[in-house]
């Protein structure tokens, strides 16, 4: 057999087991949706830059056990080391982190913050949160932008509020403050 | 209406298609011409379905027809009237119509083109291909990217209207129809490619046929890439235009290896080298557009910007893999036939430079490809997900980029067989200059950097090349001088060059910076004087837009922030102040919340910039150049002749 004849061999081999390759890996549906607002938010479970583990159900677990002063709101805010507006937002996203909110009756409601890196890596995050601060669970979903696609995330930063009951109350694109994260918090 | 008649469009391409191809099959079995005319002919009722299903579709479009569920899921009435055209290629059952439409137009137009050929069983191999290849993309229409499917709207219904990123910017009106006139006219190069190994005659005659069209395709793909990059700048706001995403990828794979074709049939036309080779490169380019589809909409891989979209992953890839399986298939066939006349007298010659040209391109889109998939090879190897970044290709295709620029200055001045140290220092001379000049400017005005350097001087090295060879032809042939092959192919190098500097530029020394600015205060940023100075609200039919007037050194910019009303979703819209030197694009990332409030803007200033879309229209004007024949004399194609396929047997 000649030298061209076992190449071409060799590549339809290699070309089957690409087919192959293709064919036996599951495909996920990315079909996106902007208008999450008042629908049950996509669970998610990821490792932190820290080493730690974040797991949305066991939040909206516990909070099914819990009086309803006591349920957790979770912030979840998508962003990069890369993205200035990121930059702009963290004092605030600080702000949310240590203040909390306020319920319209004063009282102060539980929150968690999880932020969640898009299209970013562990080292620049990390040197990220020690220029600007901050000490909650970074969720890495590196690469696969899993969760940001779940979420229909385009680009960061966005921040997403999750009631205690896990629907989503709100979906902010761009730059977030204070006052927009915590209004419409009830607890 | 528009269901009935948009379906019975697509039934007829596929009648059509199908009827075409076994009647010119039956026609060339038994030898009668007047079969395979009658066969050809259906290729005008392949188009005339299409276009009737893209009248259908643009008619239930804009009169809001919400009874066809691709208008109700995309359109809506709040929709501008050009981008309710557009919103035709929005998603994916549009787009495919899209694709369809132009396939049909390119099968018609050969099928006119050739009329009087079709005695020539190439010609009519190659219609067949092109029925069959229709056939399916048809098939694809009914099954499970079906535009034309129903929808009850309840009383009032209004659709949510295209992703709002794609309401905002003129460029998605002719990105992807450009685009797509490239990634679908390779299919016309693989047709008479696959004609070429049926009938067995695998001379030079199949690339002189399809030359133009090789051309026409490759200068529409290089074009819609670029708007594609234009656009992202426009409309993203944070400097950038290319992030190495899949449907990025997916678009320059067949781009290198069209490239990388175009040099290599110069080889093939001229000394009758790399035969195999170039059949393996058009085949790898129709290959790499359908798996380009099927990456970006199968959601196989996970991007923010490869939404997938119901159940034509599977359809994409069997018809990759069965293509795939033909063409390898005929290849082995044909393998003895295939055996090139000669071989490469000496690497320091033309041939030699395209063929290290082709290694480059080759690695060039075997790195990308290899990069696009290994998430998944991890995946199945070891159960883990990993991405692949913009650090890794970044890496990859610089060095690879660099040897491109390189091979540009090189190849020019190299004469067929073999060239002498005396004639290219000779020759090289010029180059050598324009290189070291290059290097001395880029220095002189403050680049800094090994790396971006050394781009420059390549950048200069293979500019002055090609201004070589266009001033010794301008001086031999006058205006003429400018035209033809090898004199418009000069004109796309510079072109390339231009963009090449400004991807370096713009890429070492970009500086962005953000600031919080009450009205009237004024900030600097690199030197430019930046002042707030003033606000307003603008209400249209379908967003409110939040605009800020910003003056940077004199002239006014005014970014803003949309909000589309039936989505809720915010779109910032930067502006940029474009010069040839420098590009300074502002983005208003926080409206103010009344008129004495203050703003936050980002800033991003990248030299160069602008020479990236100047580079890309250089390119385009230098293929349309490259199309006009350089003599006088009207040229006729060359049909290959027996003779020389006896030679070759």
């Known amino acids: 057999m000649s030298l061209g004849k076992s190449g071409l061999i060799i590549l339809a081999v290699v070309s089957v087991g690409f087919v192959v390759l293709l064919a036996t890996r599951g495909t996920q549906s990315n079909q996106p949706n902007f208008d999450l607002v008042g629908e049950p938010a996509p669970l998610f479970q990821a490792d932190t830059v820290t080493g730690g583990e974040f797991d949305l159900e066991d939040v909206l677990i516990a909070n099914r056990a819990l009086i309803p002063k006591d349920q957790v709101w979770v912030a979840v805010n998508f962003f990069a080391s890369w993205c200035t507006g990121c930059i702009i937002e963290h004092d605030e996203l600080l702000a949310f982190h240590d203040e909390g909110a306020f319920s319209s009756n004063g009282v102060k409601c539980n929150t968690k913050l999880v932020s969640v890196a898009f299209n970013d890596n562990a080292k620049d995050i990390e040197r990220f949160f020690e220029k600007y601060g901050g000490d909650w669970p970074v969720l890495l979903d590196e690469g696969t932008n899993r969760v940001a696609i779940n979420y229909s995330v385009m680009t960061a930063p966005e921040t997403v509020l999750i009631a205690p009951n896990g629907l989503v109350t709100k979906k902010i694109v761009g730059p977030i403050t204070y006052e927009k994260l915590s209004a419409g918090i009830e607890c | 209406m528009n269901l009935v008649i948009g379906s019975m469009g697509v039934v007829l391409t596929l009648a059509a298609s199908l009827t075409g191809s076994l009647t010119i099959v039956a026609g060339l079995k038994k030898s009668r011409e007047r079969l395979r005319s009658i066969g050809a002919k259906y290729a005008w009722v392949a188009f005339a379905g299409m276009a009737i299903s893209t ?483 603008i209400v249209y039919s379908n967003r409110i837009q939040e605009k800020v007037q910003i003056r940077v050194d004199g002239d006014i910019l005014q970014p803003s922030i949309e909000r589309f009303t039936a989505s809720g979703q915010l779109v910032p819209s930067p502006t940029t102040k474009t010069s040839s030197s420098k590009d300074i694009q502002v983005a208003l990332l926080d409206p103010p919340e009344d008129d004495d409030q203050s703003i936050v803007i980002q800033i991003t200033e990248q030299p160069l910039l602008v020479w990236i879309w100047v580079g890309g229209f250089v390119m385009l004007f230098g293929s349309v150049l490259s199309a006009i024949p350089s003599t006088k004399r009207k040229q006729t194609l060359v049909m290959p002749n027996e003779s020389s396929v006896q030679a070759e047997g």
């Open chain 2, 55 to 537: 009248f259908a579709m643009q008619r239930a479009l804009i009169t809001r027809d919400f009874s066809v569920k691709y208008v109700a899921e995309q359109g809506s009435s709040l929709t501008p009237p050009l981008y309710n055209v557009a919103t035709m290629w929005s998603a994916l059952e549009g787009s495919i119509l899209l694709w369809g439409l132009v396939l049909a137009g390119y099968l018609a137009i050969v099928a006119k083109k050739f009329s009087n050929r079709l005695s020539d069983e190439m010609v009519s191999w190659a219609l067949v291909t092109m029925f069959l290849v229709t056939a399916f993309f048809a098939l694809l229409m009914l099954g499970p990217a079906n535009p034309f499917q129903s929808f009850d709207p309840p009383l009032g219904y209004d659709g949510p209207g295209p992703n709002p990123l794609l309401q905002n910017h003129i460029l998605v009106a002719f990105h992807p129809p450009i685009l797509y006139l490239g990634y679908v006219g390779f299919t016309v190069p693989f047709a008479f490619a696959i004609a070429a190994l049926v009938t067995g005659r695998l001379g030079e005659g199949w690339l002189l046929i399809t030359r133009r069209w090789t051309l026409f395709s490759w200068a529409c793909l290089t074009f819609g890439i670029i708007l594609g990059a234009w656009w992202a700048y426009d409309v993203l706001g944070w400097g950038g235009y290319w992030g190495w995403d899949p449907v990025e990828n997916a678009s320059l794979l067949p781009w290198l290896t069209g490239t990388a074709f175009l040099h290599s049939v110069l080889a093939q036309e001229r000394r009758g080298l790399l035969r195999v080779w170039n059949l393996s490169l058009v085949c790898s380019t129709f290959l790499l557009t359908i798996l380009g589809t099927f990456i970006t909409r199968s959601g196989i891989i996970a991007s923010v910007h490869a939404f997938s979209e119901g159940g034509i992953g599977p359809w994409l890839l069997w018809f990759f893999a069965l293509v795939l399986l033909i063409v390898l298939a005929l290849i082995f066939w044909r393998g003895d036939r295939l055996r090139s006349q000669g071989g490469i007298d000496s690497a320091l010659s033309r041939e030699g430079a395209f063929l290290a040209n082709n290694l480059a391109f080759g690695a060039f889109a075997f790195v990308i490809l290899l990069g696009t998939i290994f998430p998944l090879i991890v995946e199945a190897t070891q159960n883990r997900q990993i991405s692949v970044g913009a650090p890794y290709f970044e890496k990859m295709s610089m060095p690879i980029g660099f040897v491109i620029l390189f091979l540009m200055a090189i190849a020019p001045v190299l004469p067929w067989r073999k060239a002498g140290t005396e004639l290219l220092r000779d020759r090289l001379e010029w180059p050598a200059w324009g290189g070291a000049l290059s290097l001395v400017v880029a220095v002189l005005v403050g680049a800094r950097g090994f790396i971006p350097l050394l781009g420059f001087g390549f950048a200069g090295f293979a500019g002055m090349s090609a201004i070589r060879h266009l001033a010794l032809s301008v001086r031999r042939n006058k205006v003429r001088g400018f035209v033809g092959r090898s004199n418009g192919g000069m004109v796309v190098h510079l072109g390339v060059v231009m963009l090449s500097l400004g991807l370096i530029a713009s890429s070492s020394y970009v500086s962005q910076s953000s600031f919080t600015l009450e009205p009237g205060e004024t900030v600097n940023f690199g030197g430019a004087d930046i002042t707030y100075e003033s606000s307003e609200q």
